[in-house]
């Protein structure tokens, strides 16, 4: 069960109103590496965890949190888009130059044009569980798989994802109380970029899985022959010169290898015949099937 | 350009039909975690590459390896729902036994409803472009970010996840094409797993890129006193035994660091006015907005 | 079955064009709560209807009705792009003015950056089944559940969410004609919204169903103890000063009643142990599984 | 900010396994009016809300004890499915009146057709935020538009729905430990219908909102003589019948009319003529544009 | 605007309840090749039509009369449904010989597991606008481009695909209820089949389109040495041995030609380098951007 | 299996950025009738294809050619998108005419306005796999029934409605280097149509299919008496005057027949009980059901 303080973790007012801004920032609300992914990635992660208590708890406490950065993007996004309104539209138009410039068409209509018009027509100036193009959020952006490792791997690309769309953003905007905020979950996102590098650390270190996940698949059942090999499917070799090429493999139990020219190990396909009541093309033309 | 071959890159035939399975079997072409997932995310990944031509070669090589695995299983299916046809629902119903103990539904009925649907109606008993409840695979599963650590993470989680669920695919059938067909797969994305492994070290020994993603967003822009914190937002301590919660962190830069009792570090929310045209609701009643 | 007029039910004709809201317009055509989502969820709660026959007929009445509305939206859209096309974009970039302040960019292309894209690219100048971001229509809009108050309590919803978005857009144009249709519309909600009130009045009067819906699941069945209690799950007691607190509760079956500092019912959650041929992580490291 | 406790807001675990149910629950948790779409909806109109303290704090309360209920489910769905691996499938194939009945399917085949694959291929006997077809939640199930009796509105729908589907999940079981639960959920659903309509209550007795929404749009602007008429759009008149065809309106504004007979009151539509360079088809053949 | 007739536009009633083949009905009612699909498909087009009015018209009159097909598969699936209901799952468990067989499941329970649950669950045992596998319909299946021969064409597809989909859901029963209604819906599909592909013959007849859609596209802008070759991009040359590999081109242009062995006519791609702030891989390792 | 050149398969190198028309050009990459669409669409019906080996061949030439129409694209948007940045943002700002006329707007940030976002945020200036909106490619643009004359109807319209929207596409930029490769991108547009208008002819001529598709369904189990007749659902008859109204049908089977006034053929639709339970709205108030 869950309770709610009616504070923020952190800041979230902008110096000034940008509805545009409050568009793009919707990326990280509602997008796909956006901060509701993470909360439901992390909730289901841990409500669905059959794993040792102190890695259910690790996954719930971030989980928790990361409610909290939903709240914050969604304060934020609300606030800027304060300076929007149908008044606005009018005051644009009313300049004479811009109308000159524009022939016709207010500063407002441009900047709405900018705008997520459902900001206004749909949530009257709120935040969206939306992206920065409008797309709603959608649970396949939610990862848990039941396999730790597999699901702490997702969990560290989300963050780097994250973290990387959160930095440009704030290269995106000059408003200082904006930027505060961010600096604020960029950090959080170096954080967790750590700690689920270091739970990665522990599970292995613990014996509970590695390389290749999942590491306890029985080994005589994958054909090993091709379980080290990179096919050189372009033409060219610049794909030769890297680490992945050749030398002992990352999970130690193989040695890399090249195939510079490689070969198809299966025959040409060529599928069957279906009943005619199917009605597809078969190989050759048939009658119209009958009886009942 | 691409050019293909008329040969498969493995063996792709059952021993023998079944409708049922077929049905498992498309999470792994059309699923969030399938062979076109990652057809697409590293073509894309490849064609977006503005790093060094031997890692955007390793990139298109992989990528160029996954459209003859989706083509290996497109193959599959469509010879597993070779069995299952309007015919085979009559032969069940004349089954006696059947009859009496399904009262009225044949067999082929029933197993029916374990097929999809769409296999028989839509497809024509062909492979479709969707995951194992019959949803159609979509773009938000391609991911392309333009910076080859983030993207990479991704990658090896790709492989991760995909490797389990083709495991747990092997699990639910003892046919002996399938399995091997399984087997050739499974091995593959153990060479893949090892190879984004390899191309992640190659990336910080070259000195492109590390943790926290991105690297190079100046350090003194983010709120450092919150960079390596645990918050512990859930009842109880479990979290605070793992490697996470303290020692020096895995990007060498801080002191991993557990906040037993979290405070909020913001105030508490409180929205503004807005333009009554928005028709929203204000803090006290107001009369309706005039003029144009 | 159903016959068409060539007459629309009203005027649909703008003074000017005016492409950037004509995207905007889009919302109240093929949006969440546009005239398509109340059209398919008339027809299809009257096409499913088991109740008397003077809902059933009042339901398809005003969806037969809504048909014209989204005739009318799509008739009015065309029309406000008819002033769009390439030929626009020149015209603006021959402004030296335009261009000098625009940097090389041509008003008509700002203008493009506010339109919807597809309007010129994909429908020619015509109206789309989608919304202001361009999202199209699905029919998770569309409700029918088959209890009708459940779905007249929808059906006031979406009134109301609608009229709301038909007077935001009001307030965004100053177009004569494009307002003369809305005022029609916008009434026409008014009528709608205290059709479906009064419809409510009649189901309950007429003893068919009651607050709680459903009202006929057996009293005995339902946890009595929590049936009218507000859980205080946030710090504060703000919410303590509303009727929903305390006094008798709107179906006349208890009281309401106001728990300040709630606590959990249920125990600790904890899962048990699977399988371990599905490759999850167990409570403690396990071998690799044998047999078939 | 929120805090999370480690016990269940009620018990949520069944008598025994059953993973067919396990997939029909879904649809309370991750279905369009299930448990994360009140959630979602309660917490945006919650952090966007601009009315008095008391209506905030109110949809914020209900907003997170949703939480728990998301919670509840996923952790009885877990416990539901305990009961389905790879190895029950084999147990199935082996006894020999099933083998005989089922032609070479397997009972535990047979149940897969029941099952979600998704729950055991996916996420490894796993809650999923999806509904019972599998079809992933999505943020179009969220509603918050800024004007609170537009939304509280869509609450008690979204209230009665649920209400209506738990208690149809509960005819579908005799698990008395499915029921117990469902038992605390349906109660629950008739405190917050309750609650929801108090709130409608108390905002209009408070002057904020009143039908038809938005009130405070000036009457003047909409088309008032159609603005309380019923349009007979079928033949016949069973729709005559009831209370919305005649007598006082519900809003106290005007007084309900029916139309026999409605004629249209707009003109034939008639499109104009676009560029060519849009490659329409016009009213006549025209050759190909010139020029740039 | 549209009226309504009470009557259907043909028989739609089945001998007896089949809920499974319920489900696989949906796919011709709100599928993507269904009669929601022409329905909104042909009123889009006719209503953005800007062609002559014989051909809105007849876009028109079809698109009216797929309204009556939407209706009549409604009422259709409903009726099937009418033999689910909980009591029949009880029924079902009582029959000793098949709780033997089944191990604990009932019939009515394995039925469930072949049907739609949200049949059950939240339509109440009411049609749905979703597809046989439970996938709701979406606007993307509308088509109307502006330009009548490029959607005629879509519209003989329409028609060819929805009728083999028919013939395939009728060889599925053998309730002559349902044969009886599909019979009427084969029909109707042979005669649209045959007006689009006769509005094809009148619009290039009257010279309005013609081949390649769209025709007036200037011809000295299009590469014309490539126009009429096919690129053997596979190994093998099976191909060539068609009509499509040579003779006079089907728009009379030009001469079909076949490229055996063909090769890129373009560079090798080399992307260019952009703006460190948007924290992408470089070509070589770059220090933290600085400034604002 | 596939393999690739590093060369393209023609120019695909603007002559300058514009991120504003790479959001555009987005369409016919990801968009429902870009090149995705065909290559999927092709790829698909060649793995699934079961006709005589010249049909598969030809289908697999094309679709492994698409490919390398998505990697041209892809690298044009990359190149497109080359002049967007953050720092460019800031040179907007510095304009002081822009800054007064914009009102502190930057041109910049105006221009961002009609960017897509994502192409910033989460791609990092490379194409993404969406449509001009944003919205994702999903796979039911993909479509292989494996019938192939309802299949290459789809196909010559998929090729149809490219080329139209390329054409538009032409008609938007004067940038000579995106021109280049759209006259090459139109051109294997009227060679592709051209191609799959001669599989139908040869389909045709061979005997495998004709109109109405499927040609084999047994003709007594139509319902021949409506099979050639145009019912006129509309008032007036403009749609009297066109070839689809009298004379030979197209298939040659039949009389084309126009209906004036059609008459419904089927009973008025009214729908039996339901089970209370299910908890619906039945005709009559009912109790609580009782029983478990």
């Known amino acids: 069960m869950f309770l709610r303080t009616r504070y923020l973790q952190y800041n979230a007012k902008p110096d000034r109103p940008d509805p545009i801004y409050a568009r793009k920032l919707q990326e990280v609300l509602g997008g796909q590496w956006g901060e509701i992914s993470v909360m439901m990635t992390y909730l289901f992660q841990g409500w669905n965890c059959r ?14 949190e990361e409610i909290a950065h939903v709240e914050m993007l969604a304060t934020m996004i609300a606030r800027l888009l304060e300076g929007a309104s149908p008044a606005d539209q009018q005051a644009g138009a009313s300049n004479p130059l811009v109308a000159a410039v524009m022939g016709g068409t207010s500063m407002g209509e441009a900047m709405m044009g900018g705008m997520n018009p459902q900001h206004l027509i749909v949530s009257g100036l709120g935040a969206t ?3 920065s193009v409008g797309y709603p959020w959608n649970a396949r952006y939610t990862i848990a798989s ?12 989300a963050e780097s994802q994250g973290r990387l769309q959160v930095c440009r953003l704030y290269e995106l905007t000059q408003d200082h109380g904006v930027r505060d905020m961010l600096s ?21 270190v613990e014996g509970f899985e590695s390389t290749p996940v999942p590491s306890n698949f029985p080994k005589e059942r994958e054909l090993s022959e091709v379980a080290y090999q990179l096919w050189n499917c372009s033409e060219g070799d610049d794909s030769k010169a890297g680490r992945w090429a050749s030398g002992p493999s990352i999970d ?18 060529d599928l ?5 009541r199917v009605y597809g093309t078969p190989k050759a033309p048939e009658a119209a099937p009958v009886g009942d």
Do not use: C, S
Request: charged fraction near 25%.
């Open 184 to 204: 604020f979950l960029i950090a959080r996102d170096t954080a967790h970029q750590n700690q689920w590098l270091a739970a990665i650390e522990e599970l292995e």
């Open 272 to 276: 069957g015949v279906v009943d005619p």
């Open 129 to 131: 569980p939306t992206d």
């Open 51 to 64: 794993g040792p208590a102190k890695y259910r708890d690790l996954i719930l406490d971030i989980g928790t």
């Open 146 to 157: 039941g396999n730790l490792l597999a699901d702490f791997r997702f969990n560290v690309t």
């Open 252 to 269: 130690g139990q193989g040695e890399l290898e090249y195939l510079d020219n490689p070969r198809p190990m299966g025959p040409v396909a």
